[in-house]
Nanobody
Framework: QVLLVESGGGSVQAGGSLRLSCAAS??????MAWFRQPPGKEREGVAAQTYDGGISYADSVKGRFTISKDNAKSTLYLQMDSLKPEDTAMYYC??????????????????WGQGTQVTVSS
């Protein structure tokens, strides 16, 4: 089992930036990812990174968000730039063994953090 703890959420105006962090305890995973869940909507994949550095992004965040991982600190990051009101959501960190073509599907991950709220105002 992997314990995941997110931090870094907050409130910003449109066009601003935030950086989320996810500290992982344990090594039972092949990939880590960020998901988000807007109010009243389903959880959606945002970005994922595999152990060998492979990265995937949702189309809605390409060019604005950057996922990275500090292996020495076992910490996953999500740099979010040019934020939009539609980016408002609870953001979750996940870890698991997703299949190659399913790295942004929530059902592929078994370990989840508690979430951190991101609110973007217009």
């Amino acid at each position: 089992q992997v314990l995941l703890v997110e931090s870094g959420g907050g409130s910003v105006q449109a066009g601003g930036s935030l950086r989320l962090s996810c500290a992982a305890s344990g090594y039972d995973y092949a990939a880590m990812a960020w998901f988000r869940q807007p109010p009243g909507k389903e959880r959606e994949g945002v970005a994922a990174q595999t152990y060998d550095g492979g990265i995937s992004y949702a189309d809605s965040v390409k060019g604005r968000f950057t996922i990275s991982k500090d292996n020495a600190k076992s910490t996953l990051y999500l740099q979010m730039d040019s934020l939009k009101p539609e980016d408002t959501a609870m953001y979750y960190c996940a870890a698991g063994y997703p299949s190659f073509s399913s790295k942004l599907l929530a059902r592929e991950y078994r370990n989840w953090g508690q979430g951190t709220q991101v609110t973007v105002s217009s």
